[in-house]
T-cell receptor, first 115, second 118 residues
């Protein structure tokens, strides 16, 4: 069965600090990988996704993630966070040949950025 | 484009009553919609997969008689929590997949519904 592990439950950073949120998945075949963000009181928004090709994926708002197949990882990064990045971040996975199936989510990481 | 709207955003109901939550794809057709449940500080847990015109597929441990799902059209799926109890209080989120095209592998999420059963 597919599963997703997010190592950091709560990350606290100061503005301008660099961010890296860990995500590891368990699935033997090709995968589609996603990072979603959920701002307080708002719905999930897609930050970025990986389906195939360049393993370094750039998303919105300066976020990027790198797919490392050998490590089953898809860590999210941002070189300099802003106070407005305070939110809940979810990593999700789906089998690459299962476009019609649901995403499996990690438990989420709460990011708190202080100004 | 690809907007999913959930209604209501929040609802408070008395124990024993039923609550219906609607999930609409506003600008695209969705043959498949997914219903998730999110407990505080926890991840989204898939409850069921809803396919237009057919019965929903429920995940293990989810009571299909308690969480009734209807996907009668390509733009609307409903989740009815029947005989709600306080333990059903949670955040319910729907997701819709675009039917065909280059965006069919993506999932778009509604804003969620906060259900509180008192």
């Amino acid at each position: 069965a597919q599963s997703v592990s997010q190592h950091n439950h709560h990350v606290i950073l100061s503005e301008a600090a660099s961010l890296e949120l860990g995500c590891n998945y368990s699935y033997g075949g090709t995968v589609n990988l996603f990072w979603y963000v959920q701002y307080p009181g708002q719905h999930l928004q897609l930050l970025l996704k990986y389906f195939s090709g360049d393993p370094l994926v750039k998303g919105i708002k300066g976020f990027e993630a790198e797919f490392i197949k050998s490590k089953f990882s898809f860590n999210l990064r941002k070189p300099s966070v802003q106070w407005s990045d305070t939110a809940e971040y979810f990593c999700a996975v789906r089998g690459g040949n299962q476009a019609g199936t649901a995403l499996i989510f990690g438990k989420g990481t709460t990011l708190s950025v202080s100004s | 484009g690809a907007v999913v709207s959930q209604h209501p955003s929040w609802v408070i109901c008395k124990s024993g009553t039923s609550v219906k939550i609607e999930c609409r794809s506003l600008d695209f057709q969705a043959t498949t919609m997914f219903w998730y449940r999110q407990f505080p500080k926890q991840s989204l847990m898939l409850m069921a997969t809803s396919n237009e015109g057919s019965k929903a597929t429920y995940e293990q441990g989810v009571e299909k008689d308690k969480f009734l799902i209807n996907h009668a059209s390509l733009t609307l799926s409903t989740l009815t929590v029947t005989s709600a109890h306080p333990e059903d209080s949670s955040f319910y989120i729907c997701s819709a997949r675009v039917s065909g095209g280059t965006r069919s592998a993506e999932a778009f999420f509604g804003q969620g519904t906060r259900l509180t059963v008192v």
